[in-house]
């Protein structure tokens, strides 16, 4: 699932993308997503946001089979019909599995599923120690750019995406004592901007005119 953005005609599909876009366009924001002076301390999460924790969703949802098998594998399941038993969920993968192989052995180095748990969770306790004095990733009185990007993925590995599933193995990646700050963050983020991808199309009719 990619988020999408249709504004006076112009298209975008990236999260980040659209948040600094949104910045410039629309001239009554209230909270800037990238505030001014914040600017370094926003790229470095996002960063981060888009280097390890991406190639952390890759590794859950394509390259470590039990959790490949728990998310992926299993939401595309729900839309074959029993008889067509020809179809191959793998092999419609393959392609995708192999990207996302290539993109974890650059980030990660590694494809040992403990191995990757252990450094997503020391990549979390060092944001834990950050929210322990500050209710946001960066000092900010109002989230950024910075927690949409890891709210996103922490998302995602955890199946928490709000009106719809589509399953994980890691459930429990934000579970333990040393993560309270970063539980509650998350849940903080979920009360403000809590996801939502049902019923977002933009309508294909134009309503009529009062």
């Known amino acids: 699932m990619v988020p999408e953005l249709e504004y006076k005609g112009k298209a975008m599909n990236d999260a980040t993308t659209i948040l600094r876009f949104l ?7 209230k909270e800037p997503f990238v505030p001014s002076g914040l600017d370094d301390d926003i790229a470095v999460v996002d960063a981060d946001a888009e280097g390890f924790f991406e190639a952390c969703c890759e590794f859950f949802n394509y390259v ?15 839309y074959i019909p029993w008889w067509a038993f020809w179809i191959d969920i793998d092999a419609q993968t393959a392609w995708k599995r192999d990207k996302a192989q290539a993109t974890v052995d650059a980030v990660l180095a590694t494809r040992d599923v ?24 960066v000092a900010s009185p109002h989230p950024t750019l910075a927690d949409f990007a890891i709210y996103a993925k922490l998302a995602r590995i955890t199946d928490q995406l709000g009106d719809v599933s589509i399953g994980s193995a890691q459930k429990d990646i934000l ?14 983020m979920q009360r403000r901007s809590p996801l939502r991808w049902k019923g977002k199309r933009v309508p294909t009719t134009t309503p009529p005119v009062a």
């Open 23 to 29: 910045d410039t366009a629309v001239e009554d924001e």
């Open 64 to 78: 470590d089979r039990r959790s490949y098998e728990a998310s992926v594998r299993q939401s595309l399941s729900r």
């Open 114 to 137: 403990d191995v990757v748990r252990a450094r997503l969770h020391d990549r979390l306790r060092s944001y834990d120690d950050r929210l322990a004095t500050q209710d946001w990733l």
């Open 175 to 188: 579970d333990g004592d040393d993560l309270a700050n970063v539980r509650a963050w998350f849940a903080r």
